[in-house]
T-cell receptor, first 113, second 112 residues
Framework: GQNIDQPTEMTATEGAIVQINCTYQTSGFNGLFWYQQHAGEAPTFLSYNVLDGLEEKGRFSSFLSRSKGYSYLLLKELQMKDSASYLCAVRASRADSWGKLQFGAGTQVVVTP | DGGITQSPKYLFRKEGQNVTLSCEQNLNHDAMYWYRQDPGQGLRLIYYSQIVNDFQKGDIAEGYSVSREKKESFPLTVTSAQKNPTAFYLC???????????FGSGTQLSVL
């Protein structure tokens, strides 16, 4: 079976840094995605990692270690608008459609003033 | 503006009734997907279609049906065989050759 774990909730102060961890055990691996979802809204794409290492995009960075089955999303200089659920998703098979993903339950990040 | 439109935003189903959720995109994307989101669980794939007139079952297809007669449209029917239909349904699309999914704003389906 597929198993993708991430913490349920994290709270941080405006301006701080938060790291959201994601561990996965899947039948295969061909890429890991992070999406942001505000309550009742559409998830939006944040990042994609297929090779080990850190990818930086402005205030957001994503890291992948395939040997450890581990990824994290780093949010820097937190803003109130960053309060949202962050979804970790894995594409398990290279034969799968790119949109056929296994999702974790999401991490709700609460930013406080 | 290009995007994915899901309608209605809220939908109520009576016992034994089939209901259809609409998903339309004007992004000229080839592939379209339906995911179901339940509280405390990850999104789960119901059906997907990579080209017109073709679709495949996802992980939880039982009790659902789809059609893909036009590139722009991928409606999902929740049949009476789906015994636990209450959930938030998300439609997504993707351009072939790109890994990024674009999601609609979802339909909340509840049972009366």
């Amino acid at each position: 079976g597929q198993n993708i774990d991430q913490p349920t909730e994290m709270t941080a102060t405006e301006g701080a840094i938060v790291q959201i961890n994601c561990t996965y055990q899947t039948s295969g691996f061909n890429g890991l995605f992070w999406y942001q979802q505000h309550a009742g809204e559409a998830p939006t794409f944040l990042s994609y990692n297929v090779l080990d290492g850190l990818e930086e995009k402005g205030r957001f960075s994503s890291f992948l270690s395939r040997s450890k089955g581990y990824s994290y999303l780093l949010l820097k200089e937190l803003q109130m608008k960053d309060s949202a659920s962050y979804l970790c998703a894995v594409r398990a098979s290279r034969a799968d459609s790119w949109g056929k993903l296994q999702f974790g339950a999401g991490t709700q990040v609460v930013v406080t003033p | 503006d290009g995007g994915i439109t899901q309608s209605p935003k809220y939908l109520f189903r009576k016992e034994g009734q089939n209901v259809t959720l609409s998903c339309e995109q004007n992004l000229n994307h080839d592939a379209m997907y339906w995911y179901r989101q339940d509280p405390g669980q990850g999104l789960r794939l119901i059906y997907y279609s990579q080209i017109v007139n073709d679709f495949q079952k996802g992980d939880i297809a039982e009790g659902y049906s789809v059609s893909r007669e036009k590139k722009e449209s991928f409606p999902l029917t929740v049949t009476s065989a789906q015994k636990n239909p209450t959930a938030f349904y998300l439609c997504a699309s993707r351009w072939q050759g790109n890994e990024k999914l674009f999601f609609g704003s979802g339909t909340q389906l509840s049972v009366l």
